[in-house]
């Protein structure tokens, strides 16, 4: 069974970090490209971020460029966000995707919230 689980979100004020993490089993972690992807309240899916399978390629969105990192440990099959400078605009469900394109399989998402 694939599994992966979200955690790290929270509240944090303007300005602040988090790191979200997304630990994974019932599959090969390190054969698969894997994503971040966000849903705001009342908004469309947004893919934030995306790494290759041994981390030699990554892409951001726009909206997070030089802000957010994305990596991944292949030996502890987790995947990581690391989310810095946060805005108001950032606060969504973030989840991790078992893909480089699609919006499946995901995990049950973890909620960043940016608010002062």
């Known amino acids: 069974e694939v599994k992966l689980v979200e955690s790290g979100g929270g509240l944090v004020q303007p300005g602040g970090s988090l790191r979200l993490s997304c630990a994974t089993s019932?599959?090969?972690?390190?054969?698969?490209?894997m994503s971040w992807v966000r849903q705001a309240p009342g908004k469309e899916l947004e893919r934030v971020s995306q790494i290759g399978t041994h981390s030699l390629l990554t892409v951001y969105s726009d909206s997070v460029r030089g802000r957010f990192t994305i990596s991944r440990d292949n030996a502890k099959n987790t995947l990581y966000l690391q989310l810095n400078n946060l805005r108001a605009e950032d606060t969504a469900m973030y989840y991790c995707?078992?893909?480089?394109?699609?919006?499946?399989?995901r995990g049950q998402g973890t909620q960043v919230t940016v608010s002062s």
């Open positions: 019932g599959f090969k972690f390190s054969s698969y490209p």
């Open positions: 995707v078992r893909s480089w394109d699609e919006y499946y399989p």
